[in-house]
């Protein structure tokens, strides 16, 4: 009888997988959905950092003065629930430099949020506008004027950014001018190695 119970045992504990699997120790703690409304001047729209169908997300102030990022799902979506469960498990599971870390969450029969840390420079989106100034940029240099401008040597610590973060192209002392009906084909450039048109780069005959 106890070797049979053993081996049953023994099987059981074969079956469950180890616990580092599904939990890396992170700590995170429940907050209450009052301390949500004081911390969010009560959801107010001047907090709002974003919005999409599933929930919406606002900058708050916790008790102890931490900022953080509040993550409310929308009740309206049908899959609100699930889609909690899993960003809430996930979340608590995972631990790297790179990945956004949870505080805590708030959930009840009417009201569920995730407490994550505050990334004040936002996301990438808004960071990916700096490209788009580059290339506005580049159309006034190559069509804009009567005659083209190439700048011959566009890298990233070309661009440079101003208070508002917006991207501003400099350094053109390389750069050169095209008048109408001159071939750029026919012009030899200068530049940096990783930064320039594979045409212009020069190669050495092996």
């Known amino acids: ?5 053993l081996i049953v045992r023994r099987r059981k504990s074969y079956r469950q997988p180890p616990k580092s699997e599904f939990s890396s120790g992170v700590a ?6 009052q301390e949500l409304r004081e911390a969010t ?3 107010s729209e001047t907090n709002i950092l974003g919005s999409g ?4 997300g606002y900058e708050g102030t916790l008790s102890d003065g931490l900022n953080v990022a509040v993550k409310v799902f929308n009740f309206q979506s049908e899959r609100v629930t699930k889609s909690f469960d899993i960003e809430s498990k996930i979340l608590s599971t995972i631990c790297h430099r790179n990945l956004v870390r949870i505080i805590g969450c708030c959930s009840n029969t009417e009201f569920k949020a995730l407490i994550l840390e505050y990334m004040p420079n936002g996301s ?3 960071w990916l506008d700096i490209a788009i100034d580059v290339a506005l940029a580049l159309e006034y240099l190559h069509h804009g004027l009567t005659f083209a401008v190439l700048h011959c040597d566009l890298k990233p610590s070309n661009v440079l950014l101003d208070q508002d973060m917006v991207g501003h192209v400099g350094d053109f002392g390389i750069a050169k001018l095209f008048g109408q009906g001159e071939s ?3 012009t030899k450039t200068l530049g ?10 020069p190669y050495r005959d092996s």
Do not use: H
């Open 124 to 126: 990438l989106e808004r």
């Open 28 to 33: 995170w703690r429940r907050i209450s959905y």
């Open 184 to 186: 750029i084909a026919q």
């Open 192 to 201: 940096t190695i990783g930064y320039m048109a594979p045409g212009d780069v």
């Open 53 to 56: 169908s599933f929930c919406s």
């Open 41 to 43: 001047n009560d959801f």
């Open 1 to 5: 009888m106890c070797i049979t119970l």
